[in-house]
């Protein structure tokens, strides 16, 4: 890796054993920092970086795992935990909750590099596809209501004269509506528009419903 490649929070109450690790990290060109608590860590602004969360099971005031079972539900970095009590059955459970590596202490340094470069690489793609998503949400956001319903049913594979007909327009407007929504989500082709859709989780059942509005 190198320098500005990430960042790696520690999260453990044995002061040497992070200090140790903020500076071996350090000379991996990565930006590591660590807390002795998990409120410490939440308090944290952190950079805007691809990272690392090293986690350790047991802490003060709650425990690595207890915390991973809520971290799933914000914007977390990956997490690698580390333990000094370690048993099958925690291992399991916090792999299974999405962990990507449980490491016993003490544990040798190229293991703990794997690891730390296999979170920071699965970060720094999360990063990317959660930009590329809020790209294509305001250009969803664009939309007429009217477009919003003619996507789903477009980008299902029904022909012109289908799609028409369920909304009950003319396969003139349906062309209209269609034409519009490709430039308005930047498609440049039908192929290309589905898979737009795709990462949006738009499906047919997305659009007409009763009541929906007249042409």
Do not use: W
Not at 93 to 103: I, P, Q, S
Not at 143 to 153: A, D, Q
């Amino acid at each position: 890796m190198t320098q500005g490649d990430g960042a790696v929070y520690i999260v453990d109450d044995d002061s040497r054993l992070t200090n140790a690790l903020c500076g071996f990290l350090e000379t991996y060109g990565l930006y590591a920092i660590a807390f002795g608590r998990i409120a410490d860590y939440l308090a944290f602004e952190r950079p805007d970086l691809p990272a690392c969360l090293l986690l350790d099971v047991r802490l003060p005031d709650i425990s690595g795992l207890e915390f991973q079972l809520h971290a799933g539900r914000e914007d977390h970095p990956p997490i690698v935990f580390l333990t000094g009590y370690g048993d099958i059955r925690s291992s399991v459970f916090a792999m299974k909750r999405g962990a990507v590596d449980y490491l016993t202490k003490p544990f040798r340094e190229d293991e703990l590099m794997r690891s730390v470069e296999a979170a920071i690489d699965i970060d720094r793609i999360s990063r990317i596809e959660r930009a590329d998503l809020l790209v294509l949400q305001k250009r969803l956001a664009s939309l007429t209501p009217r477009e919003r319903e003619v996507l789903p049913l477009v980008s299902s594979g029904l022909l012109n004269k289908q799609a028409a007909a369920e909304l009950g327009v003319s396969e003139v407007t349906l062309q209209v509506h269609r034409s519009r929504i490709m430039r308005k989500m930047e498609a440049s082709s039908l192929a290309e528009l589905v898979r737009i859709a795709e990462k949006l989780r738009i499906n047919s059942n997305m659009s007409r419903h009763p009541g929906s509005a007249a042409k």
